[in-house]
């Protein structure tokens, strides 16, 4: 059993984040969960919110808004809907975007539209408050 764990954070832009690391913490959509070297194998579906990547001393903090979590014999890859590295995050433009969203959603007549709305409110709610 190697003690290190393979980790991979892949989005549809790029991939964020690829190393051996100590462990890494998920925003399951059931619950919080952490994958060591050496886990089971499972899958999960994660929900908005942050991933932390443990390499020593030295923590990651990177924000999915959601995707699956795949943890196999050679480590574990996340495909993330979205992903952000809160170090480069700056809140301004996310802070502007939700008072837009929610002037909209006061306005909003179709139920398509408040149902975006709100998924979109609810994400960068949670996106500004995991930077703060």
Do not use: C, N, W
Not at 12 to 34: K, W
Not at 36 to 41: E, I, S
Request: net charge negative.
């Amino acid at each position: 059993m190697s003690d290190k764990l393979h980790f991979s954070l892949v989005s549809p832009e790029r991939e964020l984040f690829a190393g051996e690391v100590d462990q890494v913490d998920a925003p399951g959509s059931e619950g919080q969960f952490g994958v060591l070297p050496g886990h089971a194998p499972f899958m999960a579906t994660l929900k908005a919110g942050v991933v932390v990547v443990f390499e020593g001393d030295k923590r990651t903090r990177l924000f999915v808004r959601s995707g699956f979590a795949d943890v196999t014999p050679q480590g574990l890859t996340i495909l993330a809907e979205e992903a952000i590295d809160l170090i480069d995050f700056d809140a301004t433009k996310s802070e502007a975007a939700l008072a837009s969203a929610k002037l909209e959603l006061e306005s909003a007549d179709e139920d398509d539209a408040k149902v975006r709305l709100i998924e979109t409110i609810s994400y960068l709610e949670a996106l500004i408050a995991s930077a703060a």
